[in-house]
C-alpha cells in the first residue's frame, strides 16, 4: 500500500495506533488489547483495555499532515498572488516539524518521569534546554547517556528501518521549514519533500517508540 495514496482513512488510525501496558510501560501495537483480558506479552499483566502511547497532539499533527498534502487537490475559490507556489507543501513541512518536537517533548518527558526527577529538576532542565536541537543534543544524552547519533544506529541493530537516514531526512525538513521561516525562502519546500515527510511518518514514529522502549521501559520492568 502506497501510503502517499490513503486519502478516506485518517493516518492517524494506521501509524500512531500504538498502546502502552498500564504496568510495564512497554509499547506495542497489539490490536488484542483492545479484547477485556489481554495479558500483556512482556509482564503478563491482564489489562482492562487498551491505553493509547501518544497524546492527542501527535494523533492530530499526524491528520494534518495527511489533510494538508492532499488539499492540493481540492478547489480553491480564492485567486492568490502566490498561486502555484506549493502551499499545501509548506503546510505538510510546518506540521512535520511541529510533530517531530512533539514526539521529542514527550521521549523527554517520560525519561524525566521514569527516573523519577522531582517536578523542580525537571522544571529546570527544560528551562536550560528550550530549544528542540538542545533537547536532543544536551537532554537525551545526559537522560540516557547515549549520544543521539548513537541511538539511532543502536536502534537500527534492532529494525527494518533505517533510523539513521530517516533522522537524516528530518534534519532536511527542518532547514527547508528555518528556510521559509527565517529567510523567507521557499525553494527547497516542493512536492517531492512533503512527499518524503508523508513516506517518513512511520519511520518517525516507530523511532520514538523505539527510544520509548530502549530508555524509557526498561525503568519500569522489574516494578
Ligand atoms: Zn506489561
Redesign the pocket.
Known sequence: MDITEIKKQPLSTLISNYFE?Q??K?VHRNLEVLRVGFK?P??N?ISNGGRLYFHINIHILIDLIQEAYHSVNSESKVTRFYEGEGAHDISVIIFFCTLRESLLENLINRLMQAQNLSKGVSDRLLADNKFHIQKQDKLFRALTNIKWNEAMLKLNDESELDYKKIDEFISSVVIARNNFIHEGSKWSIDRELSTGCIKNLWGLINLYVGLHNTYVQPYYKNT
Do not use: H, T
Open positions: 501496558c504496568k510495564c512497554i500483556c512482556s509482564c499483566y
